[in-house]
Structures are given as structure tokens and as C-alpha cells.
């Protein structure tokens, strides 16, 4: 990260999340927080144990999901047909 930019414990926990998300794109975390995509790989290397920074840098290497240029759906949140909304705390359950 060339110019160090300090993320309060809570911001820095978002990045991460939205990082690990296969449908992120770099492109929000970017919109949100002012970062492109090397600055999150330098941050998940320096804030993830080795093994798991690995293994997420192996998931989303050429992934188009975390690139918006290449994504091939609508952007949006995907909900499943079957789901349905969540009122007064109270998950409403399919019934056969």
C-alpha cells in the first residue's frame, strides 16, 4: 500500500469479509473504502495466517466474480426463488 491509509478495527473486518466474498468485486471495496485491489491483497497478506491467505489467493486469482469487467451476471444479490423474508426476527420456514 503506497500511501498508508489506517482502518479502525471494524472497517478493517469489512474489507476482509467483502475480500473473502466470492461475489465482491474489488471494484465495491474500492467504492467503499478508497483501496484497489493490490492494496486488499497487501492487506488480507498482513492481516491473514499464511495458510489461509494461500488459500484465498488461489480462490480468487482470475475469478471473474471479483472482477466487475469480467462478470458475465447482473449486479445484484442473488435470492434463491424458494427464501423468504425475514419479518419481526422470526426466520419463516419452508413447509413441505
Request: aromatic content about 8%; overall charge positive.
Amino acid at each position: 500500500m503506497k500511501n498508508t491509509i489506517f482502518f479502525s478495527e471494524q472497517e478493517l473486518d469489512r474489507i476482509i469479509g467483502m475480500a473473502w466474498e466470492d461475489r465482491t468485486p474489488f471494484d465495491a471495496i474500492k467504492a467503499q473504502f478508497g483501496i484497489n485491489e493490490s492494496d486488499v491483497i497487501a492487506l488480507m497478506r498482513k492481516n491473514m495466517c499464511e495458510n489461509s491467505f494461500k488459500m484465498w489467493r488461489k480462490r480468487v486469482q482470475n475469478r471473474a466474480s471479483k472482477h466487475s469487467k469480467k462478470r458475465n451476471f447482473a449486479v445484484g444479490t442473488h435470492k434463491c426463488s424458494l427464501q423468504k423474508n425475514i419479518s419481526l426476527n422470526k426466520i419463516s420456514k419452508r413447509r413441505n
